[in-house]
Nanobody, 119 residues
């Protein structure tokens, strides 16, 4: 599976961004999808995941209520809508296929997209 993430950028605290990740190479709908992030000097951390059927989603406590993960299997795309952004959300965000829920492992990784939240 090849993953291409986009949508990062610079935003003020309280603002919103939507990340997208488009998959190719294998049947997208067969995989759970996830988003992870890594801030400077910190380890990569789980952000959110969604299983194949778009019914169940999982979130890190730090983003619960602010971020929403969704997927469009017809477009082979997973999204991360990020609202009420905080400076501590600044990180490189990675999409992944077949992730461990709440873990840091995934079978396939995309390239990162930078999200910077200014105070």
């Amino acid at each position: 599976v090849q993953l291409q993430a986009s949508g990062g950028g610079l935003v003020q605290a309280g603002g919103s961004l939507r990340l997208s990740c488009t998959a190719s190479g294998r049947t997208f709908s067969n995989y759970a999808m996830g988003w992870f992030r890594q801030a400077p000097g910190k380890e990569r951390e789980f952000v959110a995941a969604i299983i194949k059927s778009n019914v169940n989603a999982y979130y890190a406590d730090s983003v619960k209520g602010r971020f929403t993960i969704s997927r469009d299997n017809a477009k082979n795309t997973v999204y991360l809508q990020m609202n009420s952004l905080k400076p501590e959300d600044t990180a490189v965000y990675y999409c992944a296929a077949d992730p461990t829920i709440y873990g840091t492992y995934a079978r396939y990784w995309g390239q990162g997209t930078q999200v910077t939240v200014s105070s």
